[in-house]
């Protein structure tokens, strides 16, 4: 519903902002939160949406841990993207996977990068997500 763009155009005024997501009402929040920004209703699956819509950097925040298809969706980026993700290291309501360390990390998206950076971030208590960072393969 729009609060890491918020986040981002407040610190970086500049960059050009472009979110979807498949729920029309989180895209509405969005859009009010962040007017400024640009945001349309969209299935991740849909390849016009990624292709249609260069950028720099592709960011999957709380995404690869709900869905199957989460190597799929990754591979459907172009070759040489620069994509950031986060997957968790707790099940929950809702998580098709989970990660108990950044080598399970590594193992299952390894070889879509070139070169794949992942970082524990530890939120509270046993609960941390995995913060990844690389270039499309």
Same mark, same amino acid.
């Given at each position: 519903?729009?609060? %890491? +763009? ?7 005024? +500049? ?21 400024? /920004? ?5 299935? +991740? ?63 299952? %998206? ?6 794949? /950076? ?13 913060? /990844?960072?690389?270039?499309? /393969?």
């Amino acid at each position: 519903p729009g609060q %890491f +763009a918020e986040y981002i155009i407040k610190h970086i005024p +500049a960059v050009d902002y472009f979110g979807f997501d498949y729920s029309k009402i989180s895209i509405q929040k969005a859009s009010e939160r962040v007017p400024n /920004a640009k945001f349309l209703v969209g299935n +991740a699956f849909d390849s016009e949406i990624v292709q249609e819509n260069k950028n720099d950097v592709f960011l999957l925040l709380e995404v690869l841990e709900h869905i199957e298809q989460d190597i799929e969706l990754l591979s459907s980026f172009p070759t040489g993207s620069s994509i950031i993700f986060s997957v968790p290291n707790f099940d929950s309501f809702g998580h098709v996977r989970f990660y108990l360390d950044v080598e399970d990390v590594k193992h299952r %998206f390894g070889d879509l990068f070139t070169d794949l /950076a992942v970082e524990k971030v530890v939120l509270k208590g046993y609960s941390s997500i995995f913060l /990844a960072h690389g270039v499309k /393969a």
